[in-house]
């Protein structure tokens, strides 16, 4: 601070001379105005500073948004407003609007909040101050302005003591005498809770035991229970895909079904019936066991003729029609006679026949001879009438009943 001398120096109506006390040097006179001036310098910069400090990082002149709340129990002017447990802001007003509490909150200038963040008041402790905390913190995007809302849809508070109470209060009423338990029903059911429970300790501990082993086998099988149900997804998927085909497999199983229901006394005559004959089927086989024995014994042998001469009766079937067919024609139903034609020259010459004619039928009543080579079983071809010429299936192989077998043929 400057002396008092110097300032008399700077006092109007005073001479320089007059001013200057005796004794005192004009250099500290100069150093005590420096210093003077120095301070009052400092004392603007330190104004500008804390100016300058209030509007960068914050201050009392920041937006000011309003919050409605449920209920504020705990929540005063002055509480404070924060963001991740730092204070960014005051709680200026509280002020019931019907069912709802309208908090203005004013933030610090430069505080930056999303514009949908919501707003909760926490309970630190039982006896310390509440305040309004914000959520979540701003990370980018549209921000809270001046005037903004916090609708009650975004806002919460904390669960009070007299509420849990009350909660308790009204759980005990509601199983009390004046409750559930008013004729009884509750203490019934504890009784017979107790009574069944009662002596099944053991086996209650052995079912947790098990559970926990199976349990653990399933879990050393988790392969191959996820592997199950991965194949039940692809029956599913199987089904899904063709569920068409099994609603018409369905349809025909449920149609069945409705047809063995209407016929269901008749299915179930015929099943006791079946039934009857199958037990006078056993009781006749064990009757006749030896019998039966005999019979199928003696059928061996003509079975196996049968087998042997296959080939004969696949012949025997070929050309027994044809041959019927050859009867007919030749019956002559005005005479009652049966009439045909033979070339006896072909008959008087025997097995050694080197030359046959081959006849055929033209239609006027007269045959026609071509030579050829001796006439075997495969090369000789049954005439029908007016047909001409046809071939004559055999069989390709086996032995035909009545002749005699080439020389390494088989049988």
């Keep these: 601070m400057m002396s008092a001398r110097p300032l008399r120096r700077l006092l109007p109506g005073r001479s320089r001379r007059s001013a200057r006390p005796a004794g005192e040097r ?7 105005l420096r210093i003077g001036v120095v301070a009052t310098v400092l004392a603007v910069v330190a104004a500008a500073a804390t100016a300058a400090g209030v509007w960068a990082f914050g201050g009392p002149d ?18 404070d407003v924060r963001v991740l447990g730092v204070k960014v802001g005051t709680v200026t007003s509280v002020q019931p609007r019907g069912k709802q509490v309208k908090v203005v909150l004013a933030l610090d200038h430069g505080v930056k909040i999303p514009a949908k963040a919501g707003a909760v008041v926490v309970a630190p402790s039982v006896v310390a101050d509440r305040y309004v905390q914000l959520t979540p913190a701003y990370t980018g995007g549209p921000q809270l302005k001046d005037q903004d809302q916090i609708p009650a849809t975004r806002t919460a508070t904390p669960v009070e003591v007299d509420q849990l109470y009350d909660s308790i209060t009204q759980l005990s009423t509601a199983l009390g005498p004046n409750g559930a338990n008013a004729t009884g029903a ?13 002596g099944n300790g053991k086996a209650i501990g052995d079912s947790i035991a098990q559970l926990g082993a199976a349990s653990k086998t399933l879990d050393g099988h988790s392969g191959d229970l996820f592997a199950t149900l991965s194949y039940l997804q692809s029956f599913t998927s199987m089904l899904k895909a063709n569920d068409g085909k099994v609603k018409a497999a369905t349809d025909q199983l449920s149609t069945v079904t409705g047809f063995l229901a209407d016929d269901k006394e008749d299915l179930g005559g015929a099943l006791q019936q079946l039934s009857t004959a199958l037990g006078q089927v056993k009781t006749f086989i064990q009757d006749n066991r030896t019998r039966l024995k005999t019979s199928i014994a003696k059928l061996a042998p003509i079975t196996q003729t049968l087998v042997d001469q296959r080939a004969s009766l696949a012949e025997l079937l070929d050309t027994a029609p044809l041959a019927a067919d050859n009867l007919l024609n030749a019956y002559d139903p005005q005479h009652g006679t049966l009439d045909g034609r033979a070339d006896i020259n072909e008959l008087s010459m025997g097995p050694n ?10 239609g006027d009543g007269t045959t026609a ?23 004559l299936p055999l069989p390709p192989v086996g032995t035909v009943y009545g002749s005699t077998p080439a020389k390494g043929a088989a049988r």
């Design 353 to 362: 026949l080197t030359t046959a004619s081959t006849a055929t039928n033209s």
């Design 369 to 391: 001879g071509t030579s050829g080579t001796t006439p075997t079983a495969s090369t000789l071809q049954p005439v029908a009438p007016g047909a001409g010429t046809l071939p």
């Design 62 to 79: 920041g937006p000011h948004v309003t919050a409605y709340f449920d209920r504020t129990v705990g929540v005063y002017k002055g509480s």
């Design 186 to 198: 509750l203490s019934r059911l504890l009784d017979t809770g107790a009574q069944n429970l009662d």
């Design 26 to 32: 004009p250099d500290r006179r100069r150093t005590a």
